[in-house]
């Protein structure tokens, strides 16, 4: 059971918009800002969005994050074949003392 | 080019311990916390434990709290993760992750990963 909960799957066609949830509660969202990674099976995740909606350089601007209380999410819009893959929430937990990671969603492009 | 190198992995059995090592280049080292995240095999990603940069501040995860122990050398930018009393659900892939934040670590925003290491318990 993660500290911070995803819808397990979520999926779109090309070119739609889709978004993923991250839902937290007060010593992790509603305190910390929120990170989001995306992971390919098989490779090492990706930095999307750190600081609840800062893209790093390199990142498309068709995604976007955003944190409102204590849930966040992840946009995608122009949904691409690429786009195919698991994300992942990430966000400090002053109570546990570390980062609490969701546990995950998986994005099919239909 | 910033690469991490992880290595250190391999099988052995529970209460058994292994020492990982990730070797960091590209970067001014010192500078950014490191951190370490395994994913069991078909599960998602977990936390395990974060160093400073200077090395004087680290965390750790419950389920390995009391067990690891993360260290590193900055003359030789290497980051460590010793495991003791091995448990079969220690077995996963363990990344080496280098902190986005400059400075005083974030330990969630990771922006280089390595490839992985395996480690696989059991009996």
């Known amino acids: 059971q993660s500290v911070l909960t995803q819808p397990p799957s979520a999926s779109g066609t090309p070119g739609q918009r889709v978004t993923i949830s991250c839902s937290g509660s007060?010593?992790?969202?509603?305190?910390?800002?929120v990170n989001w990674y995306q992971q390919v099976p098989g490779t090492a995740p990706k930095l999307l969005i750190y600081?609840?909606?800062q893209r790093p350089s390199g990142v498309p601007g068709r995604l976007s994050g955003s944190k409102s209380g204590t849930s966040a999410s992840l946009a995608i819009s122009g949904l691409q074949s690429e786009d195919e893959a698991d994300y992942y929430c990430?966000?400090?937990?002053?109570?546990?003392?570390?980062?609490?990671f969701g546990g995950g969603t998986k994005l099919t492009v239909l | 080019e910033v690469q991490l190198l992880e290595s250190g992995g391999g099988s052995l059995q529970p209460g058994g311990s292994l020492r990982l090592s990730c070797a960091a280049s590209?970067?001014?080292?010192?500078?950014?916390?490191m951190s370490w995240v395994r994913q069991a095999p078909g599960k998602g990603l977990e936390w395990v434990s974060g160093?400073?940069?200077?090395?004087?501040?680290?965390f750790f995860a419950d389920s390995v709290k009391g067990r690891f122990t993360i260290s590193r050398d900055n003359i030789e930018n290497t980051v460590y993760l010793q495991m003791n009393s091995l448990r079969a659900e220690d077995t996963a892939v363990y990344y080496c992750?280098?902190?986005?934040?400059?400075?005083?670590?974030?330990?969630?925003?990771?922006?280089?990963w390595g490839r992985g290491t395996l480690v696989t318990v059991s009996s």
């Open positions: 007060s010593p992790n969202i509603g305190s910390n800002s």
């Open positions: 992750a280098k902190d986005h934040s400059y400075g005083s670590g974030s330990y969630g925003a990771l922006d280089y």
């Open positions: 600081s609840n909606d």
């Open positions: 590209g970067f001014t080292f010192s500078n950014y916390a």
């Open positions: 990430v966000a400090w937990d002053d109570n546990l003392n570390g980062p609490v």
């Open positions: 160093i400073s940069g200077s090395g004087r501040i680290s």
